[in-house]
């Protein structure tokens, strides 16, 4: 059972305009949630993350905002810019006597010119 | 800053080989990670560890070993290889209980079992 999901394989977005990439997960658990970015040929680097006690945070031109009675989360990019393409994944870290970080499928994000 | 550094970054195996990836973290982290990426599957939890002398498995550990000799050091095993372990993989650390939750990444390996 895949306990963090994105549903959206692929995102293309204009230039400018808001990107909105979503995660559902289903474990009550989860303390925490992070959003990566990675480009080809690299590894993952962190964006920005968000604790299971808030629902929104914000840093610069990225908010992540978290549902927990809908068990989902959501980043923002505003304005979104071509650099912005890349796969993003949504992360969760749960606590089970040790922390492990889960992740989504990924989202593809192509910003257009 | 180095951070996370995994050896060798590609290599290519044939069926039945075995091989060793390196992972090393200077940040003094407790908690380290293997990670896979295949397409479509995003990544999936190999095994980790939280501690020197310790590790346990994760989503997907058949046919891999790891070793936490030292706290630094993180290593990933094939003994056999097959093809279906063709692979992106990620080595990541963490502190733990920080603040942000933050995994910091490897640039990554990747392997080809042919």
């Known amino acids: 059972d895949q306990q963090v999901k994105q549903n959206s394989p692929s995102l293309s977005v204009q230039e400018g305009r808001i990107s909105i990439l979503n995660c559902d997960y289903t474990?009550?658990?989860?303390?925490?949630f992070l959003w990566y970015k990675k480009y080809p040929a690299e590894g993952p680097t962190f964006l920005i993350s968000?604790?299971?006690?808030?629902d929104k945070n914000e840093d610069g031109r990225f908010t992540v905002f978290l549902n927990k009675s809908a068990k989902h989360l959501s980043l923002h990019i505003v304005p979104s810019q071509p650099g912005d393409s890349a796969v993003y994944f949504c992360?969760?870290?749960?606590?089970?006597?040790?922390?492990?970080?889960?992740f989504g499928t990924g989202t593809r994000l192509k910003v257009l010119a | 800053n180095a951070g996370v550094t995994q050896t060798p970054k590609f290599r290519v195996l044939k069926t039945g080989q075995s091989m060793t990836l390196l992972c090393a973290q200077d940040?003094?982290?407790?908690?380290m990670y293997w990670y896979r990426q295949d397409p479509g599957m995003g990544l999936r939890l190999i095994h980790y560890?939280?501690?020197?002398?310790?590790?346990a498995k994760g989503e997907v550990p058949d046919g891999y070993n790891v070793s936490r000799l030292k706290k630094q050091n993180f290593l990933l095993g094939l003994e056999s290889a097959a093809p279906s372990q063709t692979s992106v993989y990620f080595c990541?650390?963490?502190?733990?209980?920080?603040?942000?939750?933050?995994?910091?990444f490897g640039e990554g390996s990747r392997l080809t079992v042919l």
């Open positions: 968000i604790s299971s006690i808030k």
């Open positions: 560890s939280v501690g020197e002398g310790t590790t």
């Open positions: 474990n009550s658990m989860f303390d925490y």
């Open positions: 990541a650390s963490s502190l733990g209980a920080a603040n942000t939750g933050e995994l910091f």
């Open positions: 940040m003094n982290h407790e908690y």
């Open positions: 992360a969760a870290r749960g606590f089970s006597g040790t922390y492990k970080y889960i």
